[in-house]
């Protein structure tokens, strides 16, 4: 208890028995709440920022499977998207910083602001994702989502955002003209065949491991 920590869930993705598919093992211990609630693995956890490498990695194949390079300007796919969102520059910055931001930079933190993603109560109905994106200083967006205006030259250094990944779900959703979850049904089952073959069969199938991590055999950088 020295952290805090009340209750953990584990969850171990094992090898199948031949159909193709992994399945999962879960463990829980602990307590859900200060109640004495018990933890179950049907209890819902926060997992915060490691929904990152996940979206990227979907975005990463997306992005190949469609032929869009992952150096395209965001605001020239947003608009062959149809979207009306645009990146902007903040205030004093030069405006062409927001014509540069690039696809792979709103997923390694060089290109955008908006460190945190803040919330939603689930018993309010969640905002469509371009409200959240679509604030500024003037105009907050709804639950004091921070504006996403450029104040960096992308790519010129790190910095923690989970705005890039708000502007990855938006682009997504227009172009497909569904919510992002319906889009990765697919390829959530097609990662859970990937590992369980990287598991269950050695060395020769390994080359998928940096396909999952945004790279093609034979360990080439995705375009």
């Given at each position: ?12 993705l ?22 004495g ?43 062959a998207?149809?979207?009306?969102l645009?990146?902007?520059?903040a205030?004093?910055m ?29 018993d309010?109905p ?6 959240l ?15 996403l ?25 227009c ?35 940096r ?12 375009p």
């Amino acid at each position: 208890m020295f952290h805090g920590v009340s209750g953990v869930s584990i969850a171990a993705l094992c090898p199948s028995t031949g159909n193709g598919d992994a399945t999962v093992a879960t463990q829980t211990a602990g307590l859900a709440d200060s109640a004495g609630t018990p933890l179950f693995d049907s209890t819902l956890l926060q997992i915060a920022s490691l929904s990152k490498p996940i979206a990227a990695t979907f975005a990463v194949e997306y992005f190949a499977e469609a032929g869009i390079s992952l150096e395209a300007s965001v605001n020239d796919a947003l608009a062959a998207a149809g979207s009306p969102l645009r990146l902007r520059a903040a205030a004093g910055m030069p405006a062409e910083w927001a014509e540069t931001v690039t696809l792979r930079q709103t997923m390694d933190h060089t290109g955008l602001g908006m460190h945190y993603v803040n919330g939603v109560p689930r018993d309010e109905p969640f905002p469509p994702v371009l409200e959240l994106l679509s604030g500024t200083d003037e105009a907050p967006a709804p639950y004091d989502y921070a504006s996403l205006a450029v104040m960096k030259q992308p790519g010129s250094r790190f910095g923690y955002s989970g705005g890039g990944f708000l502007i990855l779900q938006h682009l997504l959703e227009c172009r497909e003209a569904q919510p992002a979850i319906s889009t990765h049904t697919g390829q959530c089952r097609l990662a859970g065949r990937v590992v369980n073959d990287i598991l269950a069969c050695g060395e020769q199938k390994r080359k998928h491991a940096r396909e999952l991590a945004g790279y093609h055999w034979p360990w080439a950088r995705a375009p």
